[in-house]
C-alpha cells in the first residue's frame, strides 16, 4: 500500500487532533462519574456498629455492590475509549512510518541528483563526496568523484617524472597538488588492453564500497581517451616493498613496525573475509600492495583482480596474482578460497623477516622462492636468529621471534585447509605488537646501567 505524501499528511492530521480528543472526552466524562462516586459517603454497614470482642479477628465488611444499568454504561464507556485510545496509537505509529519513509525517499532522490550534478561538473568537490563513499548498495562509480583530466593534469605538472611515486605494471603513480594544499596520489593506466579497462572498474567497485582504516580511500577517477586514473590518498612512505627492497632495504622498519604493518595489513584482510557481504577475496596481497602513511599505518590497496567468495572453479576466473606469492592450489587447480590470501599474507610475513624478496634467482636462468628455501631453517629454532634480515637482528624478544615465524609457517602450508583464518593470525599478533602501535604488548623499559 502507498500512501501519498499529501494523503499520508491528512491521516496524520485527524490521528493527532481528532481521535485522542474524542478517546480523552469519553475517558475524562468516565473518570468523573467514577470521582463522583467514590466521594459519595458510603452506605452504613451494620458490621461497623457491632461491639469488637477482645480476642477475636473481625474482617472487614466487603462492601457487595449489585451493578445498576449506570454502571454498565460507564463501563462501556470505557471500553470504548480504551479501544480508541488504542486504534489512535496504532494509526499513529503507522502514519508515522509513512510520513518517515516518504521523508527518506525524497531525501535520497535529492542525494542522488546532487551526485550526478557533482560528476557533470569537473570533480572539483572530494571532500564532501568522501562522506558518502560507504553506501554498499549504491554502484560505486556513481559515488566516487569524476575529475576532469585538465585538473590532474595541472595537479602532477603534466605528469611530470619528478612527481612519480611508482611503477607498476600498468602504469606509474604521480603525486598530485589539488586544489593548491590538498595532495593525493593519482594512478594513471595506459589503457589500449581489455585487461586494464576491467581492472579500473573493478578497483572502482570494491574501493567505493569499503570503508576501513586499513584499506586504501579512493578520491576520485577520470576516464579520458585512451587513459584511465584513479586518485587515491597519498601514502607518505610509499609501499612495504619500496620499504624493504628500496635504497633504504628496511632500516626505517624496526621489529615492532614490521609487526605493526603485519597487524594493520592482517586488520584489513580480517575485514573482507569477515566483516563484508559477501565476502571479498583480494587476490593480489603482496608487499607492493601495502601501502604505509607517514607513521607506518600500513593500508591494503589495488583491488583490480579482487573477487567476492563463493565457488569458483577454474571456468569461472583465471588464476591471478603475482609470481612468489600465489597460493599452489589456486595457481594449479584454479581452487580460490580466502585461504589463498592467507597464503599470500604469509609470504610477506616472510619477507618482513627475512627482508628479502618472494623470488630470487639462483644462477640464470633458474628462480627460487624463500617459502622453499627457508623453511628448514625458519622452522630451526637455532638457525632462525641467523637468517632474519640483518638490520633487525638482535633486536627482540626471541619468543615472540619464535612465534611470528611459527605463524607465517602455518599461512604458507600447501594445503589449504592446515592454514589459519586471517582473524585467528589477528588475534596471534595482537599481544606482539606494543600498546602505541595498535597491539595490547606493554613494553618494559630496561633500566639502564650505570657507567
Ligand atoms: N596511494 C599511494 N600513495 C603513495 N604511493 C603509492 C600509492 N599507490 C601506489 N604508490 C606507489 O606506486 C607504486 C606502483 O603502484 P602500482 O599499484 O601501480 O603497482 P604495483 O603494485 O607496484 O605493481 P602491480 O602493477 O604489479 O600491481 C607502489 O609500489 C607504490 O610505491
Ligand atoms: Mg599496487
Not at 470504548?80 to 525524497?106: E, G
Not at 595532495?183 to 579497462?197: D, I, S, Y
Not at 592482517?266 to 565476502?279: D, F, M, Q, T, Y
Request: charged letters at 20%.
Amino acid at each position: 500500500m502507498e500512501v501519498s505524501g499529501g494523503g499520508g499528511f491528512l491521516l496524520l492530521l485527524f490521528v493527532v487532533v481528532l481521535m485522542p480528543r474524542s478517546a480523552t472526552v469519553l475517558l475524562a466524562d468516565a473518570a468523573r462519574r467514577t470521582l463522583t462516586d467514590v466521594s459519595s459517603p458510603p452506605a452504613p454497614s451494620p458490621a461497623a456498629d457491632a461491639p469488637i470482642l477482645p480476642g477475636v479477628v473481625v474482617s472487614p465488611p466487603t462492601a457487595v455492590k449489585i451493578p445498576t444499568e449506570g454502571d454498565n454504561h460507564y463501563q462501556k464507556q470505557v471500553l470504548v475509549a480504551v479501544i480508541l485510545s488504542l486504534v489512535a496509537v496504532i494509526v499513529m505509529a503507522v502514519s508515522a512510518t509513512y510520513a518517515w519513509s516518504f521523508w527518506r525517499k525524497a531525501r535520497e532522490a535529492l542525494d542522488s541528483k546532487d551526485m550526478k550534478l557533482q560528476n557533470r561538473s569537473n570533480g572539483h568537490m572530494l571532500l564532501p563526496v568522501l562522506g558518502k563513499l560507504n553506501s554498499n548498495k549504491m554502484s560505486s562509480k556513481e559515488v566516487i568523484a569524476m575529475m576532469d583530466f585538465s585538473v590532474l593534469e595541472t595537479a602532477t605538472d603534466k605528469f611530470s617524472e619528478k612527481n612519480i611515486l611508482g611503477k607498476g605494471g600498468f602504469g606509474c603513480v604521480y603525486r598530485a597538488c589539488l586544489d593548491g594544499n590538498v595532495v593525493a596520489a593519482v594512478k594513471k593506466l595506459n589503457c589500449c588492453r581489455q585487461e586494464v579497462e576491467k581492472e579500473f572498474e573493478n578497483e572502482l567497485d570494491f574501493l567505493g564500497k569499503i570503508r576501513h582504516p586499513n584499506v586504501i580511500s579512493v578520491l576520485g577517477y577520470c576516464s579520458h581517451e585512451d587513459t584511465r586514473l584513479v586518485i587515491y590518498e597519498l601514502m607518505k612512505n610509499g609501499s612495504l616493498e619500496t620499504q624493504l627492497h628500496g635504497s633504504s632495504h628496511g632500516s626505517a622498519l624496526s621489529w615492532h613496525t614490521r609487526l605493526k604493518i603485519a597487524l594493520d595489513a592482517a586488520r584489513g584482510l580480517e575485514h573482507l573475509h569477515e566483516h563484508c557481504n559477501p565476502i571479498i577475496i583480494h587476490r593480489d596481497i603482496k608487499s607492493s600492495n601495502i601501502l604505509l602513511d607517514s607513521v607506518y599505518n600500513a593500508k591494503i590497496s589495488d583491488f583490480g583482480l579482487a573477487t567476492y567468495g563463493g565457488n569458483h572453479n577454474r571456468d569461472d576466473i583465471n588464476p591471478s596474482g603475482t609470481v612468489g606469492y600465489v597460493a599452489p592450489e589456486y595457481l594449479l587447480d584454479g581452487q580460490l578460497t580466502e585461504k589463498s590470501d592467507v597464503y599470500s599474507f604469509g609470504v610477506v610475513l616472510l619477507e618482513l623477516l627475512l627482508g628479502r624478496k618472494p623470488v630470487e634467482r639462483v644462477g640464470e636462468p633458474h628462480c627460487e622462492s624463500f617459502v622453499s628455501w627457508a623453511m628448514p631453517q625458519i622452522t630451526d629454532r637455532t638457525k632462525l636468529p641467523q637468517i632474519i634480515d640483518p638490520v633487525i637482528q638482535n633486536t627482540m624478544d626471541l619468543r615472540h621471534l619464535y612465534q611470528v615465524a611459527a605463524v607465517a609457517v602455518l599461512c604458507v602450508q600447501p594445503e589449504p585447509s592446515y592454514r589459519p583464518l586471517i582473524a585467528d593470525v589477528l588475534h596471534s599478533l595482537v599481544p606482539l605488537v606494543p600498546v602505541e602501535l595498535g597491539g595490547t604488548l606493554r613494553v618494559v623499559e630496561q633500566p639502564r646501567s650505570a657507567g
